[in-house]
């Protein structure tokens, strides 16, 4: 009866049959029977995942759906939204990953009995592993009844009327002071101490209260919740994607805008990451935690629980902008082993979960974005035994860890935010090195992740370039320099994480103690790492670079003059006018004892190119009369049996490089990553022919034996051929006409899009298909020294120009 409440889209009735979008339309155009639509929209409607199985079922055209994704489906259709579904989904993961029994029991017999005992159960476990009183909901360090805690009504300004809970979400009578009845000792501080924690005056929406969710802004001011998404066995979140013009570059988008908090009232809230969701809220979704359940059987509860949350990532790319494994992994290497662990903007806690598991580990995470926040929580407790404390609120205004003194802290703050905190922050203790101007909301990051360390403690942070040479920042950049709390700058290659059009930094900092600031400062360019086309940087290059310049530093305290790498400079060459910290303007260019002699080797290369090119210059084209074939269509020779004709998937099992079509234009290798999927991954072959769909290009590109195997990018169109039947460079000639490509063209207001089945080509035999088929073969061999030799003049081109300026080449 639930289940009838998920709700699919034509795209995954695509998917549940085994057929492509085209043939979903036609069911409904052709069969009166088929369900109704049940929501969405008119141009994209979503239908009753019940009615719509059952259809298929009775019409025999129900594919055998794998447990994946059918409870992918379930969780993408959830009646309450994807992010409430995901939460429930995790809790349940955690029970089952905690006490298997208990799930056992509660899991048998009907939905009611499992949404009604269920509650019961969790308190079992988010209690012990989130902190807080048994028999109470953890709440922003402080404990409450758990019914109160969520079912209490809320008036209309958001404020707890119920007399019992005015613990919980009611302002205190003396500003600053929580009062609790069972305080937590590590986030619940003194209130003589509480210098950042606000009365908490406005409820905060639970991800677990559907209404609350949906009605109220995801974030509060100061930054929203980035989701940084990392790569693990089971889901590699390689498909990063920038956030759209306006949203806080490296977070959610804010469903709201975010608005100013007025100076002399109190500050927004700081409440738990997760209340213990109830048997109505549960019940909804019990078919989807009985599939993940069943999921979990094969494949373990934490594995499920990363396959879900990076299923819904990639299916929302725009909603998210996501920090890649790699860079988690390398942040966490440059903090180095710790006890004690925060993230003050913790997203869906990529970069504590790539932190090495100690014994006795602390996590500490912080975001305003509540339902990431409780992602984040239930992500931390599947992947470790570490103790995990999690809260809701603005960093910046709403501190929920003032007495925190962690060993390291990681953050990949938000960028470019005016609305940080400027005019009610100003006297904020945490500024030791300087009042951030409105401007400088990355240096607020900065100075909070400094105040919330011990001494000697470390903090790595993601900050875009401009912050190490702003003129606003040059007094705060100037004295994190003279008090030796800046130890290192390392400017990443393009592509790194996104905004991937600009190359980002990592600060890494350390909070003096007592020893001597240190008199030079690391800085580091990896920028010779940046990857072709769209596969991102060379990340094992990166991180052996950077943490084997890091730990060389380390250990003595300057390191040696790495041409175009690393080196350390002196503070006092960097404290002039602009104390600007970029490390290409500190390092000199690399090479530059042999830049005459690599010039001299690219020389000699493209002169082999270029009288290679002469020999393969085609001979003159003798004329001829205009040939008049009987023609046929790719459509026509597919349904004949002469051509296999596949399309380019969204996911798939292996991981395996992936054939773009920004790779087939530009004639490069296989360059790019699919996220892991149930769908199975289309492979080439050699012989295949591969075909882009957009850009108006006439271009076809047969698969060799070096990028046989790869998997079939998004935009692209594969034609097998028959070679009995068919020769493939005849095939990828003929297509690559301009009349052909013309004729099956279709044009929108801003792209052109290829109509493959349209495609027209003679019918010959087949030996003279091989002629002609040799001809194009000479033509691709052509045209590929042509590309090589045109992107080694580039290269002798640019190292002449860089020689003859910086004084490696001489005039003459």
Same mark, same amino acid.
């Given at each position: ?137 953890? !709440? ?6 758990? &019914?109160? $805690?969520?079912? %209490?009504? +809320?008036? *209309? =300004?958001?404020?707890? #009327? /119920? ?50 969710? !949906? ?6 001011? &100061?930054? $929203?919740?980035? %989701?940084? +998404?990392? *790569? =693990?066995?089971?889901? #590699? /979140? ?58 979990? &059987?094969? $494949? ?73 926040? $409780? ?438």
């Amino acid at each position: 009866m639930q289940d009838n409440a998920t709700e699919v889209t034509a795209a995954g009735i695509a998917r549940l049959a085994g057929v492509g979008r085209a043939a979903v339309s036609n069911w409904r155009r052709r069969h009166a029977d088929f369900p109704k639509p049940v929501g969405g929209t008119e141009t994209s409607p979503s239908f009753a995942l019940a009615e719509v199985e059952a259809w298929l079922r009775k019409q025999g055209k129900l594919a055998e759906v794998p447990l994946r994704e059918r409870v992918w489906q379930q969780l993408a259709g959830h009646p309450e939204g994807p992010l409430t579904a995901l939460v429930h989904a995790g809790c349940a993961l955690l029970l089952i990953h905690e006490r298997p029994t208990v799930w056992l029991d509660v899991s048998a017999g009907s939905d009611a009995r499992l949404a009604a005992m269920l509650p019961g159960a969790l308190e079992q476990v988010l209690i012990p592993r989130f902190g807080g009183a048994p028999g109470r909901a953890v !709440h922003g360090g402080r404990s409450a009844d758990t &019914a109160a $805690a969520v079912n %209490a009504p +809320h008036d *209309a =300004q958001g404020v707890n #009327s /119920a007399p019992h809970t005015s613990a919980v979400n009611a302002a205190p009578a003396a500003p600053g002071v929580n009062p609790s009845p069972t305080p937590d000792p590590v986030n619940a501080p003194p209130a003589s101490h509480a210098v950042n924690t606000p009365p908490a005056v406005h409820s905060t929406p639970d991800a677990h209260n559907p209404s609350a969710a !949906h009605d109220a802004p995801t974030t509060h001011g &100061a930054h $929203a919740a980035h %989701a940084d +998404h990392s *790569a =693990q066995a089971d889901h #590699s /979140a390689q498909a990063d994607h920038r956030a759209p013009a306006g949203a806080v570059t490296g977070h959610r988008t804010p469903s709201t805008p975010s608005t100013a908090h007025t100076p002399g009232t109190p500050h927004p809230p700081t409440t738990s990451t997760l209340r213990t969701p109830t048997g109505p809220q549960l019940l909804p979704s019990a078919p989807l935690l009985r599939g993940a359940a069943e999921l979990a &059987a094969e $494949a373990g509860a934490r594995q499920v629980f990363e396959f879900l949350l990076g299923r819904h990532l990639d299916a929302n790319p725009r909603q998210y902008t996501l920090t890649p494994a790699e860079l988690a992994g390398l942040m966490a290497d440059l903090a180095g082993p710790a006890r004690s662990v925060l993230d003050p903007a913790c997203g869906t806690g990529a970069l504590l979960r790539a932190v090495d598991v100690r014994p006795g580990q602390e996590l500490y995470a912080q975001d305003s974005a509540s339902d990431l926040a $409780a992602l984040a929580a239930l992500r931390l407790a599947l992947h470790s035994r570490a103790t995990v404390r999690g809260a809701v609120g603005d960093t910046l205004r709403a501190d929920a860890y003032p007495e925190l003194r962690a060993d390291a802290v990681l953050c990949h703050p938000p960028f470019n935010e005016r609305n940080w905190g400027h005019d009610e922050l100003a006297y904020d203790p945490r500024w030791e090195y300087g009042f951030p101007a409105r401007t400088e909301s990355e240096l607020a990051w900065v100075q909070h992740a400094l105040a919330r360390l011990a001494d000697g403690g470390t903090a790595v942070l993601l900050m875009p370039p401009a912050a190490a040479s702003r003129r606003s920042g040059r007094r705060i950049r100037a004295d994190l320099l003279r008090r030796g709390a800046l130890r290192a700058v390392v400017a990443l290659p393009v592509g790194a994480a996104p905004p991937y059009n600009i190359p980002l930094h990592v600060w890494v900092l350390r909070r003096p103690d007592r020893t001597p600031a240190s008199p030079e400062v690391l800085l580091v360019d990896t920028g010779r790492f940046a990857g072709e086309g769209r596969g991102g940087p060379d990340w094992e290059a990166v991180r052996d670079a950077v943490l084997d310049a890091w730990r060389a530093f380390t250990r003595v305290g300057r390191l040696d003059e790495r041409p175009g790498l690393a080196r350390s400079v002196p503070v006092i060459e960097l404290l002039d006018d602009d104390v600007d910290l970029a490390p290409a303007r500190h390092l000199p260019p690399a090479a530059m004892a042999d830049g005459a002699e690599q010039l001299t080797a690219v020389r000699e290369r493209l002169g082999a190119t270029l009288r290679l090119t002469a020999d393969l210059t085609p001979p003159p084209a003798d004329p001829a009369p205009p040939a008049r074939w009987p023609l046929t269509t790719v459509g026509e020779l597919a349904r004949g049996g002469a051509l296999v004709m596949r399309t380019g998937g969204n996911g798939g099992h292996v991981r395996v490089p992936v054939l773009t079509d920004h790779d087939v234009l530009a004639g490069t290798a296989p360059s790019g990553t699919l996220p892991e999927s149930e769908e199975e991954a289309v492979l080439t072959e050699p012989g295949d022919v591969v075909v882009p769909v957009l850009g108006g290009g006439s271009v076809a590109r047969v698969i060799d034996e070096t990028t046989g195997g790869a998997a079939l990018g998004r935009n692209l169109v594969l034609l097998r051929p028959d070679r009995t039947a068919l020769d493939p460079w005849f095939l990828a000639g003929f297509l690559r006409g301009t009349a052909n490509n013309r004729q099956a063209s279709s044009y929108a207001s801003t792209a052109t899009r290829l109509d493959v089945r349209r495609l027209q080509l003679p019918r010959l035999p087949l030996e003279e298909q091989r002629r002609y088929g040799a001809r194009f073969r000479a033509l691709d061999e052509f045209e590929r020294a042509l590309r090589h030799a045109s992107r080694l003049g580039e290269q002798l081109v640019r190292g002449m120009y860089d020689g003859l300026t910086d004084g490696t080449v001489a005039p003459d």
